[in-house]
């Protein structure tokens, strides 16, 4: 009895201590300062009332910078529609030719190589919409606004190459399902439909293009033709993220059109307090209007880290060199187990867009396959002031082609250089050495009679590039083929 009786007043005294020290640091000011430099005075454990509004401005600015990173894919999309629609005069009906250098310096990292032809699809505006596609050497896909794959189009697609009739169902119309076309149900109101012809030839192209036709479903009978439409000639345009507030303000119209998903539910919330809702205009005062182009700023950052330095595992396709897969998304639907895919999503669009399962395919020798470098051999950015080489062994892993494109890293787009070229690749006169390898160069001046085989870069800019395989080889996908890393040349 006597030692319960110590114990009872040893916890009594304890518990007597506690709430003396507890009322000892209610009454004692603090200074917290956060990661972003945030000075909060605290009364105890409850900040002041003085500091509730930075607080606020904080917590704002942090959902700000993940929402940025959020809208990426939107606002990409949302921002070339816009280009289509207001620079080039395309219509929903009309498809958009990307063939010259030039047609391809605004899109966020081009394939130099291959002509393009795409549009984008206002099914607000169309109703369901018809899309015939002629038989021939093609690849392409439909895509939503947030960049997930709907449809394969072409060889790969239903069609099989051998043409076919495709239409597109708004994501309010699910159970319209008429007869005689390969199905389309899409899950937002904006699409995104493009193609490439294969075939070298750019005649075969030519033909393709006057065969496919685009229309509202409801005027089959009577379709308005198809035009084809180029990028205005000598004017610069940039189908890429705006900076600053106008990415919340493209952000902001998009939205307006598009269904919200479940998965995006916390977001709008967040972007409430920003003063981007749907059905209401974007009007934010200074307090918000400061935040939103500082979070602009900080996105942005946090995108190129996460795109240039990826942090993801098994991202390295020779885990000993500087070669990134850059298709990291595992599933066009984005969805992973027990999560999605938000961070691989905003890698890849923040440096690209477009995403079909024919770039990830893992089949020998069809589809293509992707891989990208930012770093030189000893881990610096790539340097536009300075002279690089790269050696591209004998019999590279690619049934069709291969190319390597160089992009500013600032734009994400084909480096516009003086040269106005990008790209080499095999379906260019590439100087061999006896070996069959080919050594490449890259830097402000090609080296004495290395032309053939050099891309112009710019003093004062980053830049990185792409490898791409056209029909990767077995070689590529067990590895036996292995490239070196990009070296600078004292």
Known sequence: MKNKCLVILAVSTLMLNIGCEKKTVENTASTSVSP????????????????????????????????????????AFAEWQQQHYKVFNASSNDLVL??????????????????????????????????????????????????????????????????????????????????????????????????RALDPDPKVTETLLKQVKIYP????????PTKVISPPAGKNWYGIQPTGIKYWERLHAILQNEPVEDRDRFFMAWLRNLGIEKGK?????????????????KGQQMAMANSFNKRFADVKHWPDKKWDYVMIIKDPSQHADNYDEFFERTSYFYEAVTYSKAMITKIPNVGQAYLGSYY?????????????????????PAVNFWSITVYDSATRCLIDNPQQNADLSS???????????????????APAGKEKNWVQTLPGKHWFTYMRFYGPTAAYFDKSWKMDDIKEVK
Not at 113 to 121: A, R
Not at 427 to 445: C, E, H, Q, T, W
Request: some cysteine.
């Open 36 to 75: 972003s430099g945030t000075e909060v005075k605290m009364e105890g454990e409850l900040p002041s009332k003085e500091s509730i509004p930075a607080l606020f401005d904080e917590m704002d600015f942090q959902q700000a910078t993940q929402c940025y990173l959020w809208g990426l894919p939107i606002v």
């Open 98 to 195: 990307y063939n010259s250098y030039h047609d391809r310096l605004g899109i966020l990292t081009a394939n130099a190589t291959t002509p393009y032809i795409m549009t984008f699809i206002d099914l607000a505006a169309n109703g369901p919409t018809v899309i015939e596609m002629p038989a021939g050497h093609t690849a392409g896909g439909l895509a939503d606004f947030w960049q997930r794959e709907q449809a394969v189009i072409g060889e790969m697609g239903p069609d099989k190459g051998k043409g076919g009739k495709y239409i597109l169902v708004p994501p309010t119309m699910k159970d319209f399902k008429p007869a005689g076309y390969f199905i389309v149900p899409c899950t937002t109101v904006n699409m995104f439909f493009g193609f």
């Open 217 to 224: 479903y409801d005027k089959r009978a009577n379709p308005t």
């Open 281 to 297: 205009a974007f009007a934010p005062d200074e307090r918000q209007k400061k935040i939103l182009i500082a979070a602009a700023d």
């Open 376 to 396: 030189d051999n000893a881990g610096n950015w790539l340097d536009g002031s300075k002279n690089y080489t790269l050696n591209i062994p004998a019999n590279p």
């Open 427 to 445: 379906r260019k006169d590439l100087v061999k050495n006896a070996d069959g390898s080919i050594d490449l160069y890259f830097g402000p001046k």
